[in-house]
């Protein structure tokens, strides 16, 4: 498909749904990060930093939703922590890795619920189209 029928598409439908009365959704994310990798511990769900965001949604009608998004995270490890023979002694030449990542995160997209299926039962499914952009701003730091 071109581009221009793409947009052309998306703002009819946003042009007929702008007399719809609009509806809000706000959300919080939050929770722990850990990283499995060469650094480090190897435990698979040991958080040992968090991460926290916000999540805005404007509904213009049950079918075209609007959504915003911002989120923190900060990701570090460091080979001392580790619990294991190699990692936690220094690799056997006195080395310890470490590093510490910051990241910013925003997004903006549109949604888009075509229909929904087995509407009627306890567990509705609804596919749904998601379309937008997303910046991504991080800070690294990695140390011997």
């Known amino acids: 498909m071109n581009l221009r029928v793409i947009t052309s598409i998306i ?7 702008v007399n719809a009365q ?8 939050l929770g722990g990060t850990n990283y499995v990798g060469e650094i480090g511990n190897k435990s698979y769900l040991a958080p040992n930093s968090g991460f926290f965001g916000v999540l805005g949604k404007l509904n213009f009608n049950e079918k075209i939703a609007l959504r915003g998004s911002f989120i923190y995270m900060n990701l570090h490890d460091n080979d001392r922590d580790a619990k294991d023979n190699f990692r936690g002694n220094g690799r056997g030449k006195n080395l310890y890795y470490s590093f510490d990542n910051s990241n910013l995160e925003g997004t903006i997209a549109l949604e888009y619920t ?31």
């Open 11 to 17: 703002t009819l439908l946003l042009f007929f749904t």
């Open 22 to 29: 609009k509806t809000y959704d706000l959300g919080l994310y």
């Open 114 to 144: 075509p229909f929904q299926l087995f509407s009627d039962s306890a567990l509705p499914i609804s596919p749904y189209v998601y379309a937008g952009f997303s910046v991504l701003y991080g800070v690294n730091y990695i140390t011997r």
